[in-house]
Structures are given as C-alpha cells and as structure tokens.
T-cell receptor, first 114, second 113 residues
Framework: GNSVTQMEGPVTLSEEAFLTINCTYT??????LFWYVQYPGEGLQLLLK?????DKGSNKGFEATYRKETTSFHLEKGSVQVSDSAVYFC?????????????FGQGTELSVKP | NAGVTQTPKFQVLKTGQSMTLQCAQD?????MYWYRQDPGMGLRLIYY???????DKGEVPNGYNVSRLNKREFSLRLESAAPSQTSVYFC????????????FGSGTQLSVL
C-alpha cells in the first residue's frame, strides 16, 4: 500500500542554519505530495505542495521538489528562524476527484535555538 | 473565519465511559475526516466521509463510530473508552479533490484512565 517515511526527529538547529527534512514515499500511480506544519497547540496547516514530477513547491522560504526517480520530496530552507520551530509532516494523496484520504508520515519535530 | 471547529478541547474519561467528539465546518466542504495523532506515529485516519450521507473506515477504525449528521457536521463516538484511545484527535475537511489542502481543527486532547 501507499506510505510515507520521514526522517526521525527531533532536529535541533541554530538560527540561520540550513534545514533539510527527508521524505520518501511509496505509491502506485501519480500522487500529489504535500508538506504540512503543526505549530504548538494548533492543528496542521498546509505549507506547500507539488502535484507532478519535477514540480517545486515553495512557501515562507521553504522548498521541496517532487522527485519521481528517487520517490522523494525533501523539505529545505536556507536559513531557519526560531519561529520555524514546529512539527513537519510529509503527506501524499493518490485520490481522484471522488474524495479520499491523505497519507501522512510520522512527523519530524524541529527546534530552532537563538 | 471559524473554519473547522472541534469540541471539546480537552477531555478525561474513565475506562468504559462513552463520549462524542463534535466537529463542524463552515466552508461548505464535501469531505470530512477524523485523525488521531500519537507520538512517533504521525496522523492516522480513523474514519472519513467523502460526501454527505457516506462514511468509510480509515486505517484505525476499531472502537470508534462516526455520524455525518449533515454537510457541516461529522461526529466521532467512543462507545466504551480504552486507555489505548488516549490521543489527540483532529477533525479535518476539504472538497475531496486530489490536489486540495485539508483544513484542520485545533484538536481534542483525550485521556482515558
């Protein structure tokens, strides 16, 4: 079945460091890929998405490129801030337009120190 | 802008008690979902409703029931709570399209003693 695997956390970085959170997936067909972020005490919210191979999603300085050849969708940011401290979830959707579900990875906690 | 509203925010139950988690969305979305979040396991889908009048099991449905009361509301019921159901529960909604984002509620933290 379809699945998403993320690197384990927690990840602790100093402010302005470079961030990479690895995400790989297993899916049949052509899924869409997402990164969601969860700030403390809140629900998840969409950070970025990519809907086909070689697409790059970007938002708030974060980027991720849909790599079909390596089945990956790694999240990157060039210079993290304390306010980026959160839990990050990679997810895939393989549904058509009749509804369905997202499949989430286990989440990676990021802590950024001043 | 209310979005997805869940109640209650916190709940403590004793083993064997029952309760219903309520969820409502005001975005006219077709699809609604219940997830549970456990440390190291991410979000796992309990049940979902692709459209009003339909419900389907997700990855971890045992011990739960759901009701899609109308297009706005989707409730989750625990008939006989067990300690293994201690978790954070999230309701979410969207139009059910492949590339569309989910909108999440702020969660219910449930402890079963």
């Amino acid at each position: 079945g379809n699945s998403v695997t993320q690197m384990e956390g927690p990840v602790t970085l100093s402010e302005e460091a470079f961030l990479t959170i690895n995400c790989t997936y297993t899916a049949t067909g052509y899924p869409s890929l997402f990164w969601y972020v969860q700030y403390p005490g809140e629900g998840l919210q969409l950070l970025l998405k990519a809907t086909k191979a070689d697409d790059k999603g970007s938002n708030k300085g974060f980027e991720a490129t849909y790599r079909k050849e390596t089945t990956s969708f790694h999240l990157e940011k060039g210079s993290v801030q304390v306010s980026d401290s959160a839990v990050y979830f990679c997810a895939l959707s393989d549904r058509g337009n009749q509804g369905g579900k997202l499949i989430f990875g286990q989440g990676t906690e990021l802590s950024v120190k001043p | 802008n209310a979005g997805v509203t869940q109640t209650p925010k916190f709940q403590v139950l004793k083993t064997g008690q029952s309760m219903t988690l309520q969820c409502a969305q005001d975005m006219n979305h077709n699809s609604m979902y219940w997830y549970r979040q456990d440390p190291g396991m991410g979000l796992r889908l309990i049940y979902y409703s692709a459209s009003e009048g339909t419900t389907d099991k997700g990855e971890v449905p045992n011990g739960y029931n759901v009701s899609r009361l109308n297009k706005r509301e989707f409730s989750l019921r625990l008939e006989s709570a067990a300690p293994s159901q201690t978790s954070v529960y999230f309701c979410a909604s969207d139009q059910g399209l492949k590339n569309e984002k989910l909108f999440f509620g702020s969660g219910t933290q449930l402890s079963v003693l």
